[in-house]
């Protein structure tokens, strides 16, 4: 039973345009979400993150939803930049543990 | 501010074979986490220390897997013996203690292949 889904495993978007990347959870008890890159070879980064009691959290380009009755977050960075190109992964946590979803690749075309 | 360090990068071994990780987070850093990421995965937690206490190791597979934080700090991951299904990169990651502390600083990872 996976907690956390990321349902789209790539993105491709051009520079400039919005990237909205998504998340889906089934755990009512997930107090707190995280968004992590990835590039590879090297570990997770932290990106941003929202706290359950809010449906809004905005840092710079980017920006997390967090819709709790459907359940769902969203990532939108604006604009889109080529260095923004890797691999996105979705995080929520319970009780201190966080549980990550498979993730998505985003690749930004100059 | 050094991160966390891993070591090795790289490791390939035999299945049946035994292999040991090596984890030093970040200066400080109460709680020290280590992952497992197959290909195509998010990571997967093993195991969970706060000082040199386990929290939570519930998926942990403890038949061949152990792990070790000493004096609270570095740690490492034992995998003994390897089977096939263990190629994966070993993440290790840390966090200051405290419930405002969220994000995790993870390490580079070690790739293990086992053939």
């Known amino acids: 039973d996976q907690q956390v889904k990321q349902n789209s495993p790539s993105l491709s978007v051009q520079e400039g345009r919005i990237s909205i990347l998504n998340c889906d959870y089934t755990?009512?008890?997930?107090?707190?979400f995280l968004w992590y890159k990835k590039y590879p070879a090297e570990g997770p980064t932290f990106l941003i993150s929202i706290s359950s009691i809010k449906d809004k959290n905005e840092d710079g380009r980017f920006t997390v939803f967090l819709n709790k009755s459907a359940k769902h977050l969203s990532l939108h960075i604006v604009p889109s930049q080529p260095g923004d190109s890797a691999v996105y992964f979705c995080?929520?946590?319970?009780?201190?543990?966080?549980?990550f979803g498979d993730g998505t690749t985003l690749t930004v075309k100059p | 501010e050094a991160g966390v360090a891993q070591s090795p990068r790289y490791k390939i071994i035999e299945k049946r074979q035994s292999v040991a990780f090596w984890c030093n987070p970040i200066?400080?850093?109460?709680?020290l986490y280590w992952y497992q990421q197959i290909l195509g995965q998010g990571p997967k937690l093993l195991i969970q220390f706060q000082n040199n206490g386990v929290v939570d190791d519930s998926q942990l597979p403890k038949d061949r897997f152990s792990a070790e934080r000493l004096k609270g700090v570095d740690s490492t991951l034992k995998i003994q013996p390897a089977k096939l299904e263990d190629s994966a990169v070993y993440l290790c990651a840390s966090s200051p203690w405290g419930r405002d502390y969220y994000e995790q600083y993870f390490g580079p990872g070690t790739r293990l292949t086992v053939t």
């Open positions: 200066s400080g850093h109460a709680t």
């Open positions: 995080a929520a946590r319970n009780a201190g543990k966080s549980t």
């Open positions: 755990n009512s008890m997930f107090d707190y």
